[in-house]
């Protein structure tokens, strides 16, 4: 009877074992909150490999023992002749980041991560790799943005899954942990938890505030309408009609100029930084910062005030930079970083990394593309900590001077409380 009935709805009996499901991927922090990573494998047998997780970009890529460049530190790097299911796509690639670049060969191979495995997975084999972009303990990074936007002009790992059925729904889903605030804290510590194909509803409270990506722009970063910015009540005049890329790989939170300038402007005591920090902005260390963004839903996501100032070590003991910089100024916002294949129409003037996703559960869905965000669920570790809850309504925006959009960046520094001194050396990840 069965087989007959799969015979008159044309149906295989490989659709109807088909599984789909949802699993966990746990995450680390990686340096306070400088970003966070989680594992997976590559090649038969499989190869194991901690790599940053970044919603904005869109292209994996693993030092490699090709490495010639910039892998001297890396423990364990992947090895293609190992893997007997590695194809190599004879076709080199280049991925310039703000920071530095990663050069290698394109090829494929099985993936796994989280129980779920893609057989033929499009890479890059790293060969050359800038000072700084991994260490003994990350080998490579995963982009976790869409196809529009990658190097390889491969589907990213994790919008392949969301597409091909394996989820029980097409998103994946964020809880970062908040190390920023620990004493003699370990530059490694348990980060949090991605839930691929699914949500986790022991990690958040109420309802998860969806918001589609504007149909005006293609779906390469996860863009949404910066809608308001309020710092302690006050409403912040922003530029409106701009987006900002949602990104997991980015530690800080980036902006244009003449927004952060009036953001800034409701702090008393904030100054415009010199020198090697050309677009950040210092406050006094005793000055707490309540700031609220919203993106178009019906909510307004406060920050915790731990997460928006970073304490420095050089002795200038009252003074701290803000989390909040402009991405159109200072050398690390050098116009040659964006993604080659993103749509102009696409390019993000804000970029709003961990400083806000740290308090907020986060929700990237495939399709239709949305970004949803919920509130924590205050038992988790530093969650109860947040200034309150998000605020129905959302908040207003005003109209001001027009600015150019600004590419993606981050702020990959090795250890958050010596910004001042390591200043030189920030770049965008």
């Known amino acids: ?23 966990v991927v746990p995450i680390t922090d990686e340096n306070s909150d400088s970003s966070y990573s989680g594992v997976l494998s590559i090649g038969t047998p499989a190869q194991s490999f901690n790599v940053i997780l970044d919603t904005g970009s869109s292209d994996l ?29 004879n076709k080199g690639v280049s991925i310039t980041y703000g920071s530095g670049s990663v050069v290698g060969e394109i090829g494929s191979d099985t993936v796994s991560m989280g129980g779920f495995t893609t057989t033929s997975q499009t890479f890059v084999v790293a060969q050359q790799v800038s000072a700084g972009l991994v260490d003994n303990t990350l080998t490579g990074l995963l982009g976790l943005g869409f196809k529009a936007i990658a190097n ?55 309802a998860i505030d969806y918001v589609n990506i504007p149909n005006t722009v293609s779906a390469g970063f996860w863009l949404l309408p910066v809608s308001g910015i309020t710092v302690g009540g006050t409403v912040v005049a922003i530029t409106t009609g701009q987006f900002a890329a949602i990104d997991t790989g980015t530690t800080l939170i980036g902006g244009p100029s003449a927004d952060v300038a009036a953001f800034y402007s409701t702090i008393s005591g904030s100054q415009l930084g010199t020198g090697s920090l050309t677009g950040y ?8 910062v309540s700031a609220s963004f919203s993106f178009g839903g019906n909510e307004s996501w406060p920050i915790n005030p731990v997460d928006f100032k970073l304490p420095t070590t050089n002795g200038r003991n009252n003074v701290c930079i803000g989390a909040l910089f402009d991405l159109n100024a200072g050398s690390s916002t050098s116009p040659g970083s964006s993604p080659p294949r993103k749509r102009q129409s696409s390019t993000p003037a804000w970029i709003v990394g961990d400083t806000f996703l740290k308090n907020v559960y986060s929700v990237f869905q495939y399709n239709p593309p949305a970004v949803g965000f919920a509130q924590l669920n205050p038992s988790l570790p530093g969650a109860g900590s947040a200034p309150g809850t998000a605020i129905s309504g959302g908040v207003g925006s005003s109209s001001g001077s027009s600015t150019s959009g600004a590419l993606r ?13 390591t200043a030189t050396a920030l770049g965008i990840l």
């Open 1 to 23: 009877m069965a087989n007959k009935l799969r015979s008159k709805y044309n149906i295989s009996p490989r659709s109807l074992d088909r599984r789909q499901s949802s699993n």
């Open 61 to 89: 890529w693993v030092a490699s023992t090709q490495c010639t460049t910039g892998c001297n530190q890396v423990s364990g790097p992947y090895n293609p002749s190992s893997s007997s299911t590695f194809k190599d796509a």
């Open 152 to 206: 390889t002009g491969a589907t990213p790992l994790v919008q392949g899954l969301a597409s091909s059925s394996s989820f029980s729904m097409p998103v994946m889903s964020f809880y970062l942990e908040r190390h920023i605030t620990d004493q003699g804290s370990a530059t490694k510590a348990a980060g949090g938890i991605l839930t691929l194909g699914g949500t986790n509803s022991s990690l958040f409270t109420g």
């Open 281 to 288: 902005y210092t406050i006094p260390c005793g000055t707490s």
């Open 409 to 421: 960046q981050a702020v990959p520094f090795a250890l958050v409380f010596s910004l001042v001194a």
